[in-house]
């Protein structure tokens, strides 16, 4: 270093004992070799590698937190909405619904659910043989995404003027299930119909009733 004004160098001498020599270093610093992964651009390099490792760790550990929170809803919303099937196939559970205030009783099912009978109806009034005839027609379609099954039999009902019902008639569906938005057209005929009869309403009619 600068403070070091000479160096000593021993140099062996011909067929004599090493000799001390006084050599100077003319004011000249020898530079210090820098430690390896000691200079600045290691130092800043070793900092982003911590910094992006601290943040990759922490992405994964939000990712692990919201995936546990989707498994937990969906754990939770199928106790919930898949009650009655949960306690048919583990009848104990029923005592912890029963806790939670929470009936297991299965929904009850709309018939035609998904379905709509469309408001176009065609009447068609005639007589024949003494008898009044109306001939009804109209659609009905899936007004869902899904296929839905057609309940085998239909319900004509004719009102009077005043909504009183004054006829009902059955008949059975032309169509037993509809893909996502078919339609499928009916047809039937109410034989005998009061002449009051000015109205008419179409529905679906319960499997146990059909």
Do not use: C
């Not at 005043?162 to 037993?176: H, I, L």
């Not at 299930?177 to 009051?196: R, W």
């Amino acid at each position: 270093g600068a403070s070091r004004r000479a160096d000593r160098v021993h140099r062996s001498a011909v067929g004599g004992d090493a000799e001390e020599i006084e050599v100077p270093d003319f004011g000249i610093e020898t530079p210090r070799r820098a430690r390896r992964g000691r200079t600045p651009a290691a130092a800043r390099r070793r900092h982003r590698g911590r910094a992006q490792r601290s943040r990759q760790a922490a992405s994964g550990g939000s990712i692990g937190w919201v995936v546990l929170a989707g498994v937990v809803v969906a754990v939770v919303a199928a106790l919930f909405f898949l009650r009655a099937e949960v306690v048919s196939y583990f009848p104990p559970a029923q005592r912890a619904y029963d806790l939670a205030r929470i009936s297991t009783e299965p929904k009850a099912t709309v018939p035609g659910e998904g379905l709509k009978v469309l408001g176009d109806i065609k009447l068609a009034v005639r007589d024949e043989d003494d008898s009044r005839i109306i001939n009804v027609e109209g659609e009905v379609q899936n007004v869902t995404r899904s296929t839905k099954p057609v309940p085998s039999v239909m319900q004509i009902i004719l009102l009077d003027n005043n909504d009183e019902v004054v006829a009902e008639w059955k008949f059975r569906s032309p169509a037993t299930v509809l893909g996502p938005l078919e339609k499928f057209t009916y047809s039937t005929s109410v034989i005998d119909a009061p002449v009051e009869a000015s109205k008419v309403k179409v529905t679906f009619v319960p499997q146990d009733q059909g």
